[in-house]
């Protein structure tokens, strides 16, 4: 408080980090003066959800975070459509591009990435896209309305999930990645190649280790992409998603210590000046920039704690990447490369039916899988994973659900009430379990309390699961 009144908080970026302290700041604190200011005109919205909005399976309306009408309600001065251009550390304003100089008593920076664009002629054409906001995703969508042939460059999450879309879609796809196998950054070279096999089955062509050198055009129109050994791909539309960089011209200018993100300590503080804070992928802590919503919500949730005179700190976030396409079961976390002498590495592989399992284990510990093609263990997995348990000693059963007597099966009946269920918002399933006991009989019921399912959806089957198996022992009473 100065002098009594309010603390006023501006946080710089709506997406999804700065979305979620908004809300943690007001479940928490009524009186803060919280200024958001947002890029995107749109209202906050579910980013890991736009490649349902590629598929068809959602509209724009249906991926918002908050409603309109929220901020009014909540005394929130929310401005949409609205660029922070520059800060004044020394005067604690910030300037944005409608000509306000707003003042501030704690800064966030929440600025999120923006894809990479490698500069290369023709990219600049019309019928060449990014993947990163609704605004892409709907011009993604206008062209393939009438595009009949299609390359992702990117053979990433991002890229992947983009190519099934259009290829269900009815477009040819070809997806060119530079490194010489898929989603490279998450799997090893055998999951990489099973995993090409997969998504060829669905329609999508795959070139690994080929370079985009340009982009053809004719009358600023996009024909096609040519790659390093001289091959062109005809092409009326090509999907930019070959990598983000944070955001961080702000904090650059402003005099903080940049790295690959704005660099913060535990308290998710600059290490420069007290009174500006980061969260998100514009962030980084101990070294690590996050790709994923986990470790944004996580930060937005401490940072709230912090901002509101709590002693909470951040001590990083252990990763869990999905795949969310159609016809593909993909989950990978942690060291999935091929280990050095001391590790464990447990394997199974079957790539005429699609399928690679791997578990890394060191010093008894899980520190990497994969499952590819059938994931029904990757609850248990995550779950040894992030709280660092000791394994069984039968391996099998962390491969197969069900197979060992000795592993606790990946089912609602026999997971702990420890077990994190919803990655994205870190809940467990007995906090499920405690929704179900004050009457929430519903998905929707549980997610309204405890906000699981509302992330990536990922463990939608799950929580339905645990409800199911909770009326049963009801019935069975
Ligand atoms: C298609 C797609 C699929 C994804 N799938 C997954 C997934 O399955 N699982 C997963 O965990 N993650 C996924 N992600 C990543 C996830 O969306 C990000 O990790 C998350 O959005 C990061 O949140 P953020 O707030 O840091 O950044 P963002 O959500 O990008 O938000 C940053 C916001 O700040 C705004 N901004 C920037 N500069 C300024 C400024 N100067 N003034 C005002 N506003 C500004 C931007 O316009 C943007 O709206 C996916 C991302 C995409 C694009």
């Not at 993947?131 to 890229?159: K, M, N, P, Y």
């Not at 200018?253 to 969260?279: E, K, N, Q, W, Y």
């Not at 962390?398 to 197979?403: I, V």
């Given at each position: ?23 943690e ?13 947002g ?7 579910n980013?890991?959800?736009l ?9 724009a ?11 009014t309600?909540?005394?929130v001065?929310?401005r ?9 550390r020394?005067r ?24 990479v ?38 053979g990433?999450?991002?890229?992947l ?22 989603m490279?950054?998450?799997l ?16 999508v ?8 050198t340009?982009a ?16 062109v791909?005809?092409?009326d ?31 998710l ?9 980061a ?8 070294g ?22 709590g ?15 159609a ?14 002498d ?7 592989t ?13 010093g008894d ?18 779950q040894l ?11 099998l ?29 870190n809940?467990t399933?007995?906090r499920i ?5 004050a ?21 939608r089957?799950?929580?339905e ?8 022992q009801?019935?069975?009473?």
């Amino acid at each position: 408080m100065r002098g009594g009144a309010p603390v006023r908080i501006v946080i710089v970026g709506n997406g999804m980090a700065g979305s979620r302290l908004v809300s943690e700041l007001r479940a928490r604190d009524r009186n803060q003066r919280i200024t958001v200011f947002g890029a995107e005109a749109w209202q906050p919205y579910n980013r890991v959800l736009l490649s349902s909005m590629l598929t068809g399976a959602a509209r724009a309306g249906d991926i918002r975070l908050i409603d309109p009408g929220w901020y009014t309600a909540n005394d929130v001065d929310a401005r949409l459509g609205a660029e922070v251009t520059g800060i004044d550390r020394e005067r604690k304003v910030v300037f944005s591009a409608d000509g306000d100089v707003t003042p501030y008593d704690r800064l966030v920076l929440a600025t999120g990435s923006a894809p990479v664009v490698p500069p290369l002629p023709g990219l600049d054409a019309d019928g060449v896209v990014a993947f990163r906001t609704i605004d892409d995703c709907q011009a993604i969508l206008r062209h393939a309305e009438t595009a009949r042939s299609a390359v992702v460059v990117g053979g990433g999450l991002l890229g992947l999930e983009a190519a099934r879309g259009l290829a269900g879609r009815g477009l040819r796809v070809t997806v060119v990645h530079v490194a010489g196998h898929l989603m490279d950054r998450q799997l090893d070279a055998e999951a990489g190649d099973v995993l090409q096999r997969t998504i060829a089955g669905l329609g999508v062509g795959t070139l690994v280790g080929a370079r985009l050198t340009a982009a053809h055009t004719e009358h600023g129109r996009v024909t096609g992409v040519e790659l390093d050994d001289g091959t062109v791909l005809p092409a009326d539309l090509v999907v930019l998603a070959c990598g983000v960089r944070p955001v961080t011209g702000l904090a650059r200018a402003a005099g903080l210590t940049v790295d690959r993100g704005v660099v913060v300590d535990d308290r998710l503080r600059s290490v420069d000046d007290p009174f500006v804070h980061a969260i998100g992928e514009c962030a980084q802590h101990q070294g690590n920039v996050y790709g994923l919503v986990a470790p944004a919500w996580e930060q937005a949730a401490i940072l709230a704690d912090v901002l509101t005179g709590g002693d909470a700190r951040y001590t990083g976030s252990r990763l869990v990447t999905r795949l969310k396409a159609a016809g593909i079961e993909l989950a990978a976390m942690g060291e999935t490369g091929l280990g050095d002498d001391e590790a464990e590495v447990v394997r199974f592989t079957d790539p005429t039916r699609g399928t690679y399992k791997k578990v890394v284990i060191r010093g008894d510990r899980l520190v990497g899988a994969i499952l590819l093609g059938e994931t029904g263990t990757a609850g248990l997995l995550t779950q040894l994973y992030d709280r660092v348990a000791p394994l069984p000693a039968d391996r099998l059963g962390l491969l197969f659900p069900g197979l060992s007597a000795a592993t606790p099966a990946d089912t609602p009946v026999r997971i702990p009430d420890a077990a994190t269920v919803c990655d994205c918002n870190n809940v467990t399933k007995g906090r499920i379990r405690a929704c179900w006991e004050a009457g929430a009989r519903e998905v929707s019921a549980v997610a309204a309390q405890t906000r699981a399912t509302t992330g990536c959806g990922g463990c939608r089957d799950a929580v339905e699961g645990i409800l199911g198996w909770l009326d049963a022992q009801e019935t069975v009473r």
